[in-house]
């Protein structure tokens, strides 16, 4: 039995490493596709973050030099605080955190981490200090539980299971048919959007990066996911310095800044009341998103 123990017990390590290879092959593809010409410099510093804290300054930046997409913009994420970008489509929004995660470099200005320009130090270290969560969250044709913790290999059970509950996500698996054992996916249990975006907080959460870039998906959620979304955002923001990139006003009104976006420049910034009273731009998109909801 022992002989066939062995064999067997290698085949599982085999197959776990090229799925986790695969995954990172995924990463790897997409990076590729989209940062070619982005390198680390030729002494570039392992990025030290006991101070996780973001500064944009005076940043500027085109994807091809005609057409200018960001203009002159300045801002400041002290560790522990969320500050949220909001604004028309197109308006810049996502390049501010491809930006941030060194998909491209600025064109104009810098970024800096813990006062350490992004551009002198490792990408291997700049995206380790990062989570994120996309728009679009993929899913393995595998348990739900996997699907959690392979952002963290190393995390034990009750690890796995307090990032579900700090995302909003535990009490949902629980009801499942076979709990964590749920196979999802596209050959599995199908997850709603709002969902999928949980199980890739709970991944965020696992991952336990210092800093948090949310992307909240534009596709309309019903309002009781839309609270359990923002709930979990409010847990998990409290640990980390947090962009969020957001389409709905109401997962942001806790921010300690919101920045209004239009055509790449800052138009419009402060807390959610002070925007209010501002009764401009901010103040306008508000109350339009209040009364969609009461329709
Ligand atoms: P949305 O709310 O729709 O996600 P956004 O505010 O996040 O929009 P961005 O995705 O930052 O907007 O895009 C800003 C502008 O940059 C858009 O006009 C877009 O067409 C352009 N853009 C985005 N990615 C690229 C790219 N890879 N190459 C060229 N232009 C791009």
């Known amino acids: 039995l022992l002989q066939l123990f062995i064999p067997l017990n290698f085949l599982g390590i085999l197959y776990r490493s090229i799925k986790y290879a695969l995954v990172d ?10 940062t070619p010409e982005i390198q680390n410099a030729p002494d570039a510093k392992t990025l ?26 300045s801002f400041t ?10 604004g028309a489509s197109g308006a810049g929004k996502s390049t501010l ?33 990062m989570g994120i969560v996309p728009q679009d969250t993929v899913l393995f044709n595998d348990s ?20 579900a509950k700090i995302a909003n996500i535990h009490d949902f698996i629980l009801q499942l048919p076979q709990g964590y054992n749920t196979l999802v996916g596209e050959r599995g249990l199908k997850l709603s959007g709002g969902e999928k975006q949980r199980v890739a907080i709970a991944r965020a959460v696992l991952k336990r990066p210092k800093i948090l870039i949310f992307d909240e ?9 839309e609270q359990t979304i923002q709930s979990a955002l409010i847990n998990v923001a409290s ?15 806790d921010a300690n800044e919101i ?24 103040a306008n998109l508000w109350r339009l998103q209040q009364e969609e909801q009461r329709e």
Request: hydrophobic share 40%.
């Open 144 to 163: 739900i539980y996997y699907n959690i913790a392979y952002a963290n290999p190393q995390a034990d059970e009750i690890t796995v299971q307090n990032a």
């Open 25 to 34: 092959m995924d990463m790897l593809f997409r990076l590729l596709e989209q």
């Open 217 to 225: 998906a534009t596709s309309s959620l019903d309002s009781k996911s």
């Open 77 to 86: 994420i002290p560790q522990g605080h969320k500050v949220a970008v909001v």
């Open 97 to 129: 955190a491809r930006l941030l995660f060194r998909f491209y470099d600025v064109t104009g200005g810098s970024i800096r981490i813990n006062g350490h320009d992004i551009r002198t130090v490792s990408m291997a270290s700049l995206r380790a200090a």
């Open 259 to 282: 920045l209004v976006m239009e055509q790449g420049h800052i138009i419009e910034r402060g807390t959610h009341s002070i925007l209010l009273e501002n009764n401009s731009v901010y």
């Open 48 to 73: 030290l973050i006991e101070d996780a804290s973001i500064h944009f300054d005076n940043v500027s930046f085109h994807y091809q030099p005609d057409r200018p997409i960001l203009h002159n913009i």
């Open 239 to 253: 640990q980390h310095t947090t962009l969020v990139i957001a389409h709905r006003l109401s997962t942001i009104i």
